[in-house]
């Protein structure tokens, strides 16, 4: 592994006094949902066809508008953000950079386009905004970085000499000098490597790394997922127990989860049973011998139907709810693990949410999700054809794109 990458059980903070020493623990479902670091507006300065777009995020989002509006691209963006607030290298995040850059950038005289992209994440120490610029062609690098909280930056970096594969970073200090000045890597996240660099022996110094591990938590527990029907129809080799952005693996999840907590297995079986058609009494999976499992609805009367027999809508419906009824520890993701799980929120990305679910679904699929949300360590970003069904549900946000 890289240095400067994060890695399970590292200790964010070197500093005495981080943020997350001195929260108060747990006290029940969204007690201390305020205190969580989420993140609460997405910027596409200059992002695949979107320029100076801000987007708010709440607990529960749904971007809609019709298609070429840029759903996706947005969702895309969140989740090149989270990944680079993770410790992954650019060129990993961005495999077509180029695909990134909007359509009517022109090159400057060097031949070099980009795109720029930020967040703003609240939490223990308020709003705190991160602005990244990316260089696409003639190279991939980040050139530009900027965190910042309450108008005060706590750092910048800036590519000075392009053909160093570093870029210049200064971050706050307020010792005996202002600022620390030191070069970064190009293809990483400076603000994900600043717990690496900075002592925290200064007031200053401890705000930005307070600043930087509210921001990286807050992007951190990203899952996106679209499900993937035809994949979810047959027997799956047993694995990991954790399920894939396709869900195609659902079966093999269901043998761990159904095992594993009870409650949360009879709230998926509720879900099933309200979103799908005919009698349901239990979600089964069914280890063969050839070492697959498949996955069944149990009808309650000697009769199970196989996966392979629901229809396209009923799958997506079935794997969106065991997303939302699950977290970070069976989800394909990358959980801050060095931070109590009572600070993190799990964001699920979802593209095409309503895709293939009939009216019935859908009211059934954002009650189940307004009500995860609710208690705080669960946020869901979704994108939507037409939001005028959920337009007003209570506690959701209904964010419009422009074609």
């Known amino acids: 592994m890289c240095v400067g990458s994060y890695r399970p059980g590292m200790t964010l903070s070197s500093a005495p006094g981080g943020p997350w020493k001195s929260l108060p623990g747990p006290s029940g479902d969204g007690a201390e949902s305020a205190e969580r670091p ?14 100076r777009v801000g987007l708010p995020l709440g607990p529960l989002t749904l971007l809609t508008g019709p298609s070429g509006c840029g759903k996706s ?49 609240d939490g ?47 971050w706050h200090t307020a010792g005996s000098a202002p600022v620390t000045r030191a070069p970064l890597p190009d293809d990483r996240l400076g603000t994900a490597l600043l717990p690496l ?38 027997p799956v080799p047993n694995g990991s127990g954790r399920l894939l952005r396709g869900c195609d693996n659902l079966a093999d999840v269901l043998c761990r989860t159904r095992t594993e907590c009870g409650r949360r297995h009879a709230q998926f079986v509720a879900a099933v049973r309200a979103g799908c058609a005919g009698d349901v009494a239990d979600v089964v999976a069914e280890p063969r011998t050839d070492g697959t499992v498949r996955a069944l609805l149990d009808r309650g009367d000697g009769i199970r139907t196989g996966l392979g027999r629901l229809g396209y809508g ?44 009939d009216p019935r679904q859908r009211a059934e699929l954002l009650r189940l999700a307004a009500r995860m949300c609710e208690r705080g360590h669960i946020r869901l970003v979704g994108a939507v054809s037409d939001a005028s069904w959920a337009a007003e549900a209570a506690g959701v946000t209904v964010v419009h794109l422009d074609p």
């Open 197 to 234: 660099r900075v002592a925290g022996k200064t007031p200053g110094q401890r705000r930005v790394l307070a600043a930087a591990e509210q921001m990286v938590v807050a992007l951190r527990s990203v899952f996106a997922c679209d499900p993937r029907p035809a994949r979810m129809r047959i």
């Open 73 to 121: 691209s947005a969702l895309r963006a969140y989740e090149a953000l989270a990944r680079l607030g993770g410790g992954a290298e650019l060129g990993t995040v961005f495999p077509d950079p180029l695909s990134c850059v909007p359509e009517r950038a022109r090159p400057d005289a060097q031949r070099r386009r980009g795109f720029r992209i930020g967040c703003t994440a």
């Open 38 to 51: 989420r993140v609460t507006e997405l910027r596409l300065s200059a992002f695949a066809r979107h320029r």
């Open 314 to 357: 009923e799958l997506r419906y079935l794997a969106l709810a065991l997303v939302l009824l699950t977290g970070p520890g069976v989800l394909e993701v990358d959980p801050a693990g060095e931070v109590p799980a009572a600070m993190q929120t799990l964001t699920v990305l979802a593209d095409g949410l309503d895709r293939g679910l």
């Open 124 to 170: 223990p120490e308020g709003p705190v905004r991160l602005d990244v610029a990316v260089q696409a062609e003639p190279e991939l690098r980040v050139v530009g970085e900027r965190l910042t909280a309450d108008g005060l930056v706590l750092l910048e970096t800036a590519l000075r000499d392009p053909g160093r594969r570093t870029v210049q970073a200064a």
